[in-house]
């Protein structure tokens, strides 16, 4: 198999992985990530296609305030997603949904904490990733504490589009989030059963 490389948003590189077979049903790991101070942005590409669905787990702290966590793939801009989300913060709660979103937000109503004592986490699966006959479905759970205050929010979102998924970009949601030096991503890929 062929190996893996992950570049932040600057263009600097995080090294190669090799890629190796997993029983039915396991998470495999394909590719791993660290924040490094300067970034907002960290993109798995290449994706190889021999799995059937893919996850990621994160736990991650930004350099401002408010800064959520999002996802979007294949590079894809365009106002072609969606998203349902149950929310809370410790005494009220919520739902919403959006559409003709530019990408997939997580943790938008509490944000990423912004000390290396406190962290955002989140897992991420990306289901059916391969699969050209229906919109690619995302489904997360996140939620952070910041010493007493915080929030978790449960959700999904649609890709409005077809292609098989080739690389998924979490990015902060402005440009001075950065994702500071404990922050940790991980992508696995999972076969059926």
């Given at each position: 198999m062929?190996?893996?490389?992950?570049?932040?948003?600057?263009?600097?590189?995080?090294?190669y992985?090799?890629?190796s077979?997993?029983?039915?049903?396991?998470?495999?790991?394909?590719?791993t990530?660290?924040?490094?101070?300067?970034?907002?942005?960290?993109?798995?590409?290449?994706i190889?296609?021999?799995?059937?669905?893919l996850?990621?787990?994160?736990i991650?702290n930004?350099?401002?305030?408010?800064?959520?966590?999002?996802?979007r793939?294949?590079?894809?801009?365009?106002?072609n997603y969606?998203r349902?989300r149950?929310?809370?913060?410790?005494?009220?709660?919520s739902?919403?949904?959006s559409?003709?979103?530019t990408?997939?937000?997580?943790?938008?109503?509490?944000?990423?904490?912004?000390?290396n004592s406190?962290?955002g986490v989140?897992v991420?699966?990306?289901?059916d990733?391969?699969?050209?006959?229906?919109y690619?479905?995302?489904?997360?759970?996140s939620g952070?504490?910041?010493?007493?205050?915080?929030?978790?929010?449960?959700?999904?979102?649609?890709?409005?589009?077809?292609?098989?998924?080739?690389s998924?970009?979490?990015?902060s949601?402005?440009?001075?989030?950065?994702?500071?030096?404990?922050?940790?991503f991980?992508?696995?890929?999972?076969?059926?059963?």
């Amino acid at each position: 198999m062929s190996p893996l490389l992950q570049t932040f948003a600057n263009g600097s590189a995080l090294g190669y992985r090799s890629l190796s077979a997993a029983a039915a049903g396991d998470y495999e790991s394909i590719a791993t990530a660290t924040g490094n101070g300067s970034a907002w942005e960290i993109t798995f590409s290449s994706i190889p296609s021999t799995y059937t669905h893919l996850q990621i787990r994160c736990i991650a702290n930004a350099s401002n305030t408010n800064t959520a966590m999002n996802m979007r793939i294949n590079g894809d801009t365009g106002s072609n997603y969606t998203r349902h989300r149950l929310i809370g913060n410790g005494s009220t709660a919520s739902a919403a949904g959006s559409t003709s979103l530019t990408q997939i937000p997580a943790l938008g109503n509490a944000g990423l904490p912004t000390t290396n004592s406190t962290y955002g986490v989140f897992v991420w699966d990306i289901l059916d990733y391969t699969n050209t006959n229906k919109y690619k479905t995302v489904r997360y759970l996140s939620g952070q504490d910041s010493n007493g205050s915080g929030g978790v929010d449960f959700g999904s979102g649609l890709w409005l589009n077809t292609n098989a998924i080739t690389s998924i970009t979490l990015k902060s949601n402005d440009s001075g989030g950065v994702y500071n030096t404990a922050s940790h991503f991980a992508l696995y890929g999972i076969k059926s059963a």
